[in-house]
T-cell receptor, first 115, second 111 residues
Framework: GAGVSQSPSNKVTEKGKDVELRCDPI?????LYWYRQSLGQGLEFLIY????????KSGLPSDRFSAERTGGSVSTLTIQRTQQEDSAVYLC?????????????FGPGTRLTVL | AQKVTQAQTEISVVEKEDVTLDCVYE???????LFWYKQPPSGELVFLIR??????QNEISGRYSWNFQKSTSSFNFTITASQVVDSAVYFC????????FGTGTRLQVFP
């Protein structure tokens, strides 16, 4: 079956502009996660959804970051007034549910470059 | 507080050598799960193995084996007879209420 997909694969934007990153999880997966990976770094947790709810937003770096999920499926991560330090690869993952035993399946990521 | 440490930043081996990647996870939680993920040059993270905190038996799957010792907080991962295709960054990732990734170990396997 289809894996996790993300769009766009690459996004170049100017400082101060807003961007939207999209994630399509694996069908039937109720849990969805967003991470950020800066160059040569590990993964930084941003937010997760169980269904359409986001119980843990503690990883969002600032109030310029927001995310939503509709219909228990597609999720959008929005970054307002982008800054150069927002440049990174944004990864989305999904899992069957929030049970800790379930592995997460990752998408290919969106590489964001803020000029 | 939780802390995951992958002390090895980079490892280089020659094909067919065995290689062990170290991970130390410090936590006060008694129930958790431990994962290893691989990130090849293509960038897409791939799940490899997992272990729960109650199971300290060593396991082997193909060329992969792993050793979890709760007393030392270590969850090490071994690749036997390494191959060039094993070249990637390997992340140890404990999961309690959320997945926490270590900083990764870059493995380079030379022919």
């Amino acid at each position: 079956g289809a894996g996790v997909s993300q769009s766009p694969s690459n996004k170049v934007t100017e400082k101060g502009k807003d961007v939207e990153l999209r994630c399509d999880p694996i069908s039937g997966h109720t849990a969805l996660y967003w991470y950020r990976q800066s160059l040569g770094q590990g993964l930084e947790f941003l937010i997760y959804f169980q269904g359409n709810s986001a119980p843990d937003k503690s990883g969002l770096p600032s109030d310029r970051f927001s995310a939503e999920r509709t219909g228990g499926s597609v999720s959008t991560l929005t970054i307002q007034r982008t800054q150069q330090e927002d440049s990174a690869v944004y990864l989305c993952a999904s899992s069957l549910d929030r049970e800790g035993w379930n592995e997460q399946f990752f998408g290919p990521g969106t590489r964001l470059t803020v000029l | 507080a939780q802390k995951v440490t992958q002390a090895q930043t980079e490892i280089s081996v020659v094909e067919k050598e065995d290689v062990t990647l170290d991970c130390v996870y410090e936590t006060r939680d008694t129930t958790y799960y431990l994962f290893w993920y691989k990130q090849p040059p293509s960038g897409e993270l791939v799940f490899l193995i997992r272990r729960n905190s109650f199971d300290e038996q060593n396991e082997i799957s193909g060329r992969y084996s792993w050793n979890f010792q709760k007393s030392t907080s270590s969850f090490n991962f071994t690749i036997t007879a390494s191959q060039v295709v094993d070249s990637a960054v390997y992340f140890c990732a404990p999961n309690t209420d959320k997945l926490i990734f270590g900083t990764g170990t870059r493995l380079q396997v030379f022919p």
